[in-house]
């Protein structure tokens, strides 16, 4: 079994969540059968990475599978280490091989990564430039569904509008501070796409509204050089994506969704929409947005999730 580098991630929301670090380690597409199966070459990939201060034994626990569109699945056990503190791991799936587990360490937990760890760069995903539109139809592995199911992992924060703002900045000649007002007066245009999550469902033409990213980066001039765009939520919760998507003409901050303000949860006061990017990418309640040279992991990412997201490329997962 091939499992030469991991990758040591984190994120704030992360540490929000009790979890100090994720070690992320691709391996060569394994082929596996069922759970027993699973479990088996997890315990041999924990020989190889991971060892524990006073350890007297160890359980590897299932916890449950879902499937991550129609080719992948992401399926969570938990290391038990002494019979109390636990890891969380999760093995990601690709049609029947096994090509990434993450352990989820938690704060507090003793232990010693073995192998070799380094940090993830997103240049070996080998993406193409450009943004590209929705294409035709459902994109691959989507079902759709009626109504977007709502999603806060962190929490629905409590947002007071009238302190409210979003700062743009980073790597930026104007550096600015906006508030609700502000944005509307930079000019709002209407959006109508339909919405993809990773996990496989998609919304169809649901109508936004809100400001073009275009028209934020006009206002903000990034400098040369500038690669990323993370985002921030008042949740805690953070994502990244690569900067060229800024330029996508149904890249927006959303103020509104289906002819009123956004619903509180679904991200009032605002939030982003980049229909072609997973949903994972469209932050909601943001307060922040950085344009940065070097990528930095947001929430779903430090869980192996893509830097990009491409919805009509199926990029769901990192690759290696
Ligand atoms: N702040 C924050 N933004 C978030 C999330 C979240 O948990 N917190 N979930 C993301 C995911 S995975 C999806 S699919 C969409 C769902 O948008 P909705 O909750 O408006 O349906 O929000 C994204 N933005
Ligand atoms: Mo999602």
Request: charged share 20%; aromatic share 12%; with cysteine.
């Amino acid at each position: 079994m091939s499992i030469g580098f991991c990758y040591e991630t984190s994120s704030s929301g992360l540490l929000m969540k009790g979890i100090s670090k994720v070690v992320d380690c691709p391996v060569e597409g394994l082929a596996v059968s069922g759970v027993n199966e699973l479990r088996d070459l997890i315990s041999r990939v924990i020989a190889r990475v991971l060892s524990f201060q006073g350890i007297h034994y160890y359980d590897i626990v299932f916890e449950s599978s879902e499937p991550i569109g129609y080719t992948h699945s992401l399926h969570k056990f938990r290391l038990f280490i002494n019979g109390r503190q636990y890891i969380g791991i999760r093995a990601v799936v690709r049609g029947k091989k096994l090509i990434r587990i993450l352990f989820t360490i938690p704060i507090g937990t003793d232990v010693e990564i073995k192998s070799r760890v380094g940090k993830y760069d997103p240049v070996i995903e080998k993406l193409g430039k450009g943004t590209c539109g929705g294409g035709e139809g459902i994109p691959p592995g989507q079902v759709y569904i009626d109504i977007p199911v709502v999603y806060a992992i962190l929490g629905v924060p409590r947002v007071d509008v009238s302190k409210w703002t979003l700062r743009v900045e980073g790597e930026v000649g104007n550096a600015v501070e906006l508030s609700l007002l502000d944005l509307y007066k930079l000019g709002v245009v209407d959006v109508e796409t339909d919405f993809h999550c990773v996990t496989g469902w998609s919304v169809k033409s649901v109508k936004f509204a809100g400001v073009p990213l275009a028209r934020i980066a006009e206002l903000v001039v990034p400098k040369e050089g500038v690669n990323w765009v993370y985002v921030e939520g008042a949740d805690g919760y953070s994502t990244v994506f690569p900067y060229i998507e800024v330029y996508a003409s149904d890249a927006i901050v959303a103020l509104e969704m289906n002819g009123k303000p956004l619903d509180v949860l679904h991200g009032y006061p605002a939030r982003l929409v980049i229909p072609h990017l997973y949903g994972w990418k469209s932050a909601k309640w943001i307060t922040r947005m950085v344009f940065t040279r070097d990528y930095s992991e947001g929430y779903w990412e430090a869980l192996g999730y893509h830097p990009r997201g491409m919805v009509q490329f199926e990029e769901r997962f990192k690759t290696r």
